[in-house]
């Protein structure tokens, strides 16, 4: 196993002792410490898979900070990040949320996949992505300042976005934001090698297969294979699965239901392997 760091629990907090391997695409550990070091929050766009939360671990890590990670769906409510009065033995005591956790020790509060959080939620963050850097307990009538360690991120995926469901101008203006996409074929080939200990041979055809699917993207597909699903499969064949039932397991089934993108998907991998 590559695997030497332990994975985030919504929403523990998780302070990294041994380094979570990650390969930079570009400026993005300056560009974030530089954002951190002034108090800015910082806004990590790019589809699914790509990297961005090994990227918040490994800057965790580097910043040897604390991470809460908070994984938004369409029911997260400002109560759920801030706190709430809970009755427990007959007493109300009142329970800090994951983010107003993060305020008071410090730490770094990741949200990922914001826009699926309800729009009350942005709310909240507003003043905290600003030079204000507070965090308003509106139950509790306490204003949180939070201290210099203090730093907010949050995810993005630009490609699922609708008039619905977008960032608006007033939340994204506040923050720095960093592009992420699929490495190019040699990193994300070694990134492969790296996590998943397969052959370099197997890990380029696994590269090419992807890159074959991303240029489906829009032809029947919604998204190409991530840098994870390409993960994915490689760990299915280190652990003696063939190459094809772990493209067609851990890749095709993972993009799609419809019958015919599966049998595109899965000869493109059956030309490779
Ligand atoms: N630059 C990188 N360095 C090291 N590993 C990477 C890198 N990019 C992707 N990976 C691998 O891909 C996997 C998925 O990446 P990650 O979980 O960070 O995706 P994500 O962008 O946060 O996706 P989502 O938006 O769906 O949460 C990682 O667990 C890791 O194995």
Redesign the pocket.
Known sequence: MTHHHARVLTPEEYLFTEE??????GEEIAVFEAAYRNGLPVL?K?????????????MAWRLQLPLITV?CHDDLTASDLVGRFLVRGGETIWVDGPLARAVRNGSICYL??VVEARKDTTVVIHPLADDRRVLPMEKVGELLEAPPEFCLAM?Y?PGYQSVLKDLKQSTRQRFVALE?D??DAA??QK??E??SGIDSQMARQLVKFARMTRNLKGQGLDEGA???L??HAAKLMVADVSPVIACRSAIAQALTDDSDMLSAVNELSASLF
């Not at 979570?20 to 695409?25: K, R, S």
């Open positions: 979570p391997y990650y390969e930079p695409l990590l790019g589809p699914t898979g790509c990297g961005k939360t090994r990227f918040m671990e490994h994984s990922d996949e995810s995926n992420f699929y490495p990193l994300e990134i492969v790296k996590e991530s840098t994870r390409l993960v």
